[in-house]
């Protein structure tokens, strides 16, 4: 598409453009139970239904797409959702799981029988005690009226050998997680304060239990939301020419390139560096360089 072409488009209609020329990347990331179209679907209703997101820098939302399909979530505010940050550079696109994702990337994987987190609130029915046997819990949901504020979140897991681990943490602890985040004011905390109580007891019992890098690090995922720096600071990814790049370019912004001066035999030499971008249709990987220059270069 020429770029006079895609300036003529409206904003939302060259972004799904864009998302529709990724369908080979995506193709790569996706497991097999989740087609293309469905993804691209539910990315189209994403911007339809968040439209701070098509303001986004383009080389943030693609990259937050890809780890979503790498993920096999569907970004639909149920299993995965995409957060939008403000930095120097613009408005930042991040992907970000939820529980139900979790917990979906939990049963596929067949790693444990059950993972069940939950939250309790002042007038609900609540009992947590250790003996020597270990830590117990009975927690019984207000069925009428009120239920009050909320006091403490859990989650228990059920292991193959049947063995069962249980985590509990007060909302004053959760305050404690959300105090240390420079969003604590702003973004997801703000807007999905239990979700992020209970990812936040997840992630806590997760490094005690037997579960995979891969599903630990979609738990993991939204670490950045609890040491996240202030929003100037966050950096921009960057690609190098590429079919990613080319659709940076399509819409008129130009990959950024850094330049290195090293001094060499024949006094000082500037070479131009670009970071890595990912692998061609044929090869096997997902996206490895891909996935590290973004870490790399976004400061969260």
Known sequence: MSKEKSKALAPIDDLRNSLTKMGPEFKKAL???ISVDKFTRVLMTSLQTNADLVSTNRNSFFAACVKCAQDGLLPDGREAAFVVFRSKAGPMAVYMPMVSGILKKVRNSGELLSLNPGVVYSND????WIDEVGPHMKHGPAMSGERGELTHVYCSAQIKGGGIYLEVMSKAEIEKVRAVSKSKDSGPWVQWFEEMAKKTVIRRLSKRLPVSTDVQATIEADDQFSNIKEAEEIKVPKLKSSRLAKLIEDEGDEPEV??????????FESKTVEPAIPKSEDDQEEFPEFNEDFDKNTDF
Do not use: L, N, Q, R
């Open 258 to 267: 850094k330049t290195v001066h090293k001094k060499g035999a024949k006094g």
């Open 31 to 33: 497991p097999s139970h």
């Open 125 to 128: 029915e609540f009992k947590f």
